[in-house]
């Protein structure tokens, strides 16, 4: 089975600063990644998304990840946070065969102050 | 994009009660459903997944017999709370996979808080 782990429990940052969220998993074949994000009082959206191909890739309001298949790593970067950025981030991991439900990471909490 | 709506986002219930959620998919087809299940400042755990017209597969420690899944149409899932107790109190969520066999992608509700008194 399939494990995610974040290594950032709660990070808090000024407005302007640069974010990376760390994520690594566990698995022995191909998988596609995701990053999703729960703004408060929301529900889930995805971020973006690695299915194959560039391993660096981007996704909405400015966020991009790099999958480092030999570090079995998929780390969340965004050169300048804003304050509405402030929300809970999900990792996100499944196996690339079939309909397979996703194993989240255990969650990142950031907080912007302005 | 695909739209995903649970119904009802909040409930609450006596203990001993059953609630029932349903989970939709509005603009496209869903031969599956997964149902997860959020504790306050946890990550997502998958409970149960869903498939149309089939028995639904539940994960290990997920008692089958009082969280009904039945996923009556492409369109329709639902979860039953059986004999609901306060430790069941808990956010639901569930998503819904397109039916094209190339996607990967899950298109998630909006959840549903469930507070048992």
């Known amino acids: 089975a399939q494990s995610v782990s974040q290594h950032n429990h709660h990070v808090i940052l000024s407005e302007a600063a640069s974010l990376e969220l760390g994520c690594n998993y566990s698995y022995g074949g191909t998988v596609n990644l995701f990053w999703y994000v729960q703004y408060p009082g929301q529900h889930l959206q995805l971020l973006l998304k690695y299915f194959s191909g560039d391993p660096l890739v981007k996704g909405i309001k400015g966020f991009e990840a790099e999958f480092i298949k030999s570090k079995f790593s998929f780390n969340l970067r965004k050169p300048s946070v804003q304050w509405s950025d402030t929300a809970e981030y999900f990792c996100?991991?499944?196996?690339?065969?079939?309909?397979?439900?996703?194993?989240f990471g255990s969650g990142t909490r950031l907080q912007v102050q302005p | 994009g695909a739209v995903v709506s649970q119904h009802p986002s909040r409930v609450i219930c006596k203990s001993g009660t059953s609630v029932k959620i349903e989970c939709r998919s509005l603009?496209?087809?869903?031969?599956?459903m997964f149902w997860y299940r959020q504790f306050p400042k946890k990550s997502l755990m998958l409970m149960a997944t869903s498939n149309e017209g089939s028995k639904a597969t539940y994960e290990q420690g997920v008692e089958k017999d009082k969280f009904l899944i039945n996923h009556a149409s492409l369109t329709l899932s639902t979860l039953t709370v059986t004999s609901a107790h306060p430790e069941d109190s808990s956010f639901y969520i569930c998503s819904a996979v397109p039916g094209v066999l190339s996607s990967y992608e899950q298109y998630f509700g909006p959840g549903t808080r469930l507070t048992v008194t």
């Open positions: 603009d496209f087809q869903a031969t599956t």
């Open positions: 996100a991991v499944t196996p690339n065969m079939g309909r397979r439900a996703l194993t």
